[in-house]
């Protein structure tokens, strides 16, 4: 009997390896996609009794990626598990600059694997979870990492922006999907805070005559404003066990 199921995307490095890491519970199943396995994951969960499956998947191809996740849910049995979880953390660094300044293949990986694969994966983590009982007693959950970009806009991170945007307002549209069946699943888009992570060594390294808000994030680290990748972990993963987690799709760690 597996008491929770959880399905990680971009779980290899930064907040999503911590929160892999801090997902390794007895009696679970973990299931993290990324584009690399951790070795020091499975030799962590090796001690662990609890079942970790690692996938080594391009999420720039989502729809493959869907269909095994449906797939790959519908071996389980509905009725012997306590709550379901998809977590939608993948994304891709977009160039720092003007829209203009990246190529159109660049800009589609972005909007593939942080929007488009958040999309479908959680689609299709609907559609194999209809019925189950962990959805029938609101234990079953989708959450989006977002960020605070998705609410304002800012000059050089156009596609960033977008994505990010998108994953807030999709949310808010599935949310209303589900409370109108009545025992839906509950769905939050959670922008996490600034943390210590690749994407703020790419903003901090980025051509600034481009980037007029780049001292920004080089005040941040002066500063000593950057959540370390597992004290974020924690605050999301506290954020998801809450028991209004749903009552509002978009929100922020630091509100």
């Known amino acids: 009997m597996s008491s929770s199921i959880t399905i990680l995307t971009g779980a290899s490095r930064g907040i999503g390896a911590a929160i892999a890491e801090q997902l390794l519970l007895p009696d679970s199943v973990l299931l993290c996609i990324s584009r ?9 969960a090796a001690g ?7 996938w080594k998947r391009d999420l720039a191809d989502p729809v493959s990626v869907a269909e095994q996740i449906e797939l790959w849910l519908g071996a389980f049995d509905p009725a012997r598990c306590d ?29 593939r694997v942080g929007l488009e694969a958040a999309m479908l994966l959680t689609a299709a983590f609907l559609r194999a979870t209809l019925g189950w009982r962990a959805r029938e007693q609101g234990h079953c959950k989708v959450l989006n990492i977002s960020s605070g970009l998705g ?6 991170s156009a596609a960033y922006c977008a994505v990010k945007a998108g994953m807030d307002h999709f949310s808010r549209a599935v949310a209303l999907d589900e409370a109108h069946r009545g025992s839906g699943a509950k ?11 690749d994407m703020q060594v790419h903003l901090r ?19 000593g404003q950057l959540a370390t990748p597992h004290d974020a972990a924690a605050r999301v ?19």
């Open 36 to 44: 690399h396995a951790s070795d020091a994951l499975a030799a962590k």
């Open 48 to 54: 662990v009794p609890m079942r970790l499956e690692q």
């Open 83 to 111: 709550a379901v979880t998809l977590i939608n953390n993948a994304g891709v660094l977009a160039r720092v600059g003007p829209l203009d300044a990246s190529t159109n293949a660049e800009l589609s990986v972005v909007l």
């Open 151 to 156: 609410r304002r806009p800012m000059a050089a």
């Open 187 to 197: 769905i939050v888009a959670l922008a996490p805070g600034v943390i210590d992570t």
């Open 205 to 223: 390294a980025a051509d600034s005559s481009g980037f007029p808000e780049q001292h920004v994030f080089m005040d941040l680290q002066s500063q």
């Open 237 to 255: 993963l506290a954020y998801l066990r809450r028991d209004d987690f749903g009552s509002t799709p978009v929100a922020d760690i630091r509100e």
